[in-house]
């Protein structure tokens, strides 16, 4: 089923909400330009890309031809329109961050389902109409965010924008496969915005940790559990172990530690640079910057003895 098929009043209201969600994601996109400081055209193109973005994004991997945004020019005006206001006034304070939030959750569902809804048109597999409706909705804020050279808020922010957009999307498929469209156009926008407000009144996140890796708690336990069988393996080996080759293997791993740390303070000592060095690459009259970048220099200029000891090693490897 095609959206244009779908009653004229939930096109019309699905249409607005885009525009107006255009409108915003420009306005959004001009305050970032604001605050890094860029020219009028920064603020255009940060607009441009911030509104435009993921529906260009969809467009172009669905391949449908010419995108959506390059089709009707209202909503490069729009976007254009966003960036003057962005420019001709200074947009900040709790009143404008919780207005934009609240009004940028609501056209992510939206988006999420026109994203979603174009997917499943094309008939595309479920789970390439949800990486298409969460693109639509959140591509164009990652596209932004690497045009100022930043790892995108998507990814650290750690707010639950991805879920909503994701819970919209999977509900549209459902209702679609259902042969209930127009129902899952009106609930499913609905759906991703009371979550969205859930999750900001009630302060949940996405839980970000470095040493969250269960598979190696589950490897660390086993081994504590098989640590017993381990140790009686290793008495049943000691007992059948020749005592010849206990010493010689014991003895090789003796040199090899012995070597290992002789190695170890040999990349001690050629990295560490000495103060005749460093006064080699320096001046009287060496500027500042000179002055910092001496020491790297001298490390630089010294190459001889690092590639003696690095052939040493080799041919000690090699005997």
């Known amino acids: 089923m095609n959206i244009d098929d779908v009653d004229p009043l939930i096109q019309n209201i699905y249409h607005s909400l885009e525009l107006i969600g255009v409108f915003l994601a420009a306005i959004v996109g001009g305050t970032v330009a604001r605050r890094y400081n860029l020219d009028i055209i920064g603020f255009f193109i940060m607009a441009l890309v911030s509104s435009l ?88 804020g990652m596209l932004r965010d690497i045009c100022i050279g930043k790892i995108p808020a998507l990814f650290t922010s750690q707010q639950m924008y991805v879920i909503p957009a994701t819970i919209a999307s999977v509900a549209m498929i459902a209702f679609f496969e259902a042969d209930r469209e127009p129902v899952g156009m009106v609930l499913s926008p ?89 006064r080699e690459e320096v001046s009287d009259d060496t500027s500042r910057e000179e002055f910092l970048d001496a020491p790297y220099k001298a490390y630089m200029d010294a190459p001889d003895q690092r590639n003696n000891r690095e052939t040493l090693k080799l041919r000690r490897g090699r005997a």
């Not at 962005?86 to 709790?94: K, N, Q, S």
């Not at 009004?103 to 994203?115: E, I, N, S, Y």
């Not at 640079?273 to 460093?278: D, R």
């Open 53 to 140: 973005g993921g529906g260009m994004l969809r467009d172009m991997l669905i391949g449908q031809g010419t995108v959506a945004a390059m089709r009707s020019q209202e909503y490069l005006l729009l976007a254009l329109a966003g960036a003057l206001i962005a420019w001709l006034t200074l947009l900040r304070g709790w009143l404008w961050d919780l207005t934009s939030f609240h009004m940028d959750m609501v056209v992510l569902g939206v988006w999420a389902v026109t994203g979603t809804t174009k997917a499943l048109n094309y008939g595309l597999p479920w789970i390439s109409c949800v990486f298409m409706g969460v693109l639509t909705a959140l591509g164009g």
């Open 190 to 278: 609905i759906l991703a915005f009371v979550l969205a407000m859930l999750s900001y009144w009630m302060g949940w996140y996405i839980p970000a940790r470095q040493d969250f890796a269960p598979l190696n708690s589950i490897g660390s336990q086993l081994r504590q559990a098989l640590s017993p069988v381990e140790e009686a393996g290793r008495e049943v080996a000691r007992e059948v172990e020749p005592k010849w080759l206990r010493k010689w293997r014991h003895k090789q791993m003796e040199k090899s530690a012995a070597e290992s740390q002789e190695d170890a303070q040999e990349d001690v000592a050629d990295e560490t640079l000495t103060e005749k060095q460093v």
